[in-house]
């Protein structure tokens, strides 16, 4: 039976200085690696490289973009090889920009157990990173506006907390992580309950501290919302022109009640009109393909020595 190790507690403080548990990434490690071993053993490691052998190793990116997850493939390691007989060193830090042909980090361990825990650590590094990558190419598109981009709830089932890290990594910023952190009223719980109003006035008396975010396809539907109350409102698939026009209201409700609601657009949005939605004066434009359709990072894990 295959032996699942600790992670070490410089990779567990790192993560933790990251937002992220290291105890759900070890989960999420410790079954990457049960998926790949399936109950057997690594055939190919196992027959081709000496039980005793030691290698050093490097990541390296294969194409430019944003690192995140470094942490992450450190704790795939530890996982397979132990902290006591691996050591992982960081060259890059999460967040910084790389280019092709970059050293990203360094790792001393057991050639096998290496080569055992390669592609599980490399997967979500280069899914991290892809992330990061893409979060980073909106964030710089909206640079120098007040907009922000911001992820959705699009994520890989066990694997949101990694990824809306990874978000944060490209200068991204997170929506809610689950439902019970904020309310959004979508169209189907405005038909459940019969109106705008009603759903905000049912998700106050059932949990009176938390942000109610309402969903809204018209300009009608916002100024219904910033009556009702809501906390922020998300525009579905409005125009440029509908943005503007959405701005101007919400700056004019706040003149006449004192009360600030946040505008988010959302639907149909590409990088190629991120600038023009940014400048309509919208606080956030939320991006599902952040998380659901990010290309990976290339990148790659080679030996450099037989120690």
């Given at each position: 039976?295959?032996?699942?190790?600790?992670?070490?507690?410089?990779?567990?403080?790192?993560?933790?200085e990251?937002?992220?548990?290291?105890?759900?990434?070890?989960?999420?490690?410790?079954?990457?690696?049960?998926?790949?071993?399936?109950?057997?053993?690594?055939?190919?490691?196992?027959?081709t490289?000496?039980?005793?052998?030691?290698s050093i190793?490097?990541?390296?990116?294969?194409g430019?973009?944003?690192?995140?997850?470094?942490?992450v493939?450190?704790?795939?390691?530890?996982?397979?090889?132990?902290?006591?007989a691996?050591?992982?060193?960081?060259?890059?830090?999460?967040?910084?920009?790389?280019?092709?042909?970059?050293?990203?980090?360094?790792?001393?361990?057991?050639?096998?157990?290496?080569?055992?825990?390669?592609?599980?650590?490399?997967?979500?590094?280069?899914?991290?990173?892809?992330?990061?990558?893409?979060?980073?190419?909106?964030?710089?598109?909206?640079?120098?506006?007040?907009?922000?981009?911001?992820?959705?709830?699009?994520?890989t089932?066990?694997l949101?907390?990694?990824?809306?890290?990874?978000?944060?990594?490209?200068g991204?910023?997170n929506?809610?992580?689950?439902?019970?952190?904020?309310?959004?009223?979508?169209?189907?719980?405005?038909?459940?309950?019969?109106?705008?109003?009603?759903?905000?006035?049912?998700?106050?008396?059932?949990?009176?501290?938390?942000?109610?975010?309402?969903?809204?396809?018209?300009?009608?539907?916002?100024?219904?919302?910033?009556?009702?109350?809501?906390?922020?409102?998300?525009?579905?698939?409005f125009?440029?022109?509908?943005?503007?026009?959405?701005?101007?209201?919400?700056?004019?409700?706040?003149?006449?009640?004192?009360?600030?609601?946040?505008?988010?657009?959302?639907?149909?949005?590409?990088?190629?009109?991120?600038?023009?939605?940014?400048?309509?004066?919208?606080?956030y434009?939320?991006?599902?393909?952040?998380?659901h359709?990010?290309?990976?990072?290339d990148?790659?894990?080679?030996?450099?020595?037989i120690v």
């Amino acid at each position: 039976m295959f032996v699942f190790h600790p992670l070490a507690e410089p990779t567990r403080r790192r993560l933790i200085e990251g937002g992220v548990d290291p105890d759900s990434v070890a989960a999420v490690a410790r079954m990457a690696i049960a998926e790949d071993l399936a109950g057997g053993i690594d055939v190919t490691s196992t027959a081709t490289v000496p039980a005793d052998q030691r290698s050093i190793a490097t990541f390296g990116a294969r194409g430019a973009g944003t690192l995140a997850g470094l942490a992450v493939a450190a704790a795939v390691i530890e996982t397979v090889c132990g902290a006591e007989a691996s050591d992982f060193d960081y060259l890059v830090a999460d967040g910084d920009r790389v280019e092709s042909g970059t050293d990203v980090a360094r790792v001393v361990a057991p050639t096998r157990l290496l080569l055992t825990a390669e592609r599980s650590a490399l997967n979500l590094l280069c899914h991290l990173s892809g992330v990061a990558t893409l979060t980073r190419r909106w964030a710089d598109a909206l640079a120098g506006t007040n907009a922000k981009v911001r992820d959705t709830r699009k994520t890989t089932p066990g694997l949101r907390f990694l990824e809306k890290y990874a978000v944060r990594c490209g200068g991204g910023v997170n929506h809610r992580m689950a439902l019970s952190d904020a309310a959004l009223v979508k169209d189907n719980h405005v038909i459940a309950i019969g109106g705008v109003a009603e759903a905000f006035a049912a998700v106050r008396a059932l949990v009176a501290t938390i942000p109610v975010e309402i969903e809204v396809d018209s300009l009608t539907g916002l100024n219904e919302a910033m009556d009702a109350g809501a906390d922020v409102v998300l525009l579905d698939n409005f125009t440029v022109e509908q943005m503007r026009a959405g701005v101007e209201a919400k700056n004019e409700y706040l003149q006449l009640s004192g009360r600030k609601v946040i505008l988010e657009a959302s639907g149909g949005l590409t990088i190629e009109l991120a600038r023009s939605v940014a400048e309509t004066g919208v606080d956030y434009i939320a991006v599902g393909g952040l998380t659901h359709s990010a290309p990976v990072l290339d990148l790659g894990l080679d030996l450099r020595t037989i120690v």
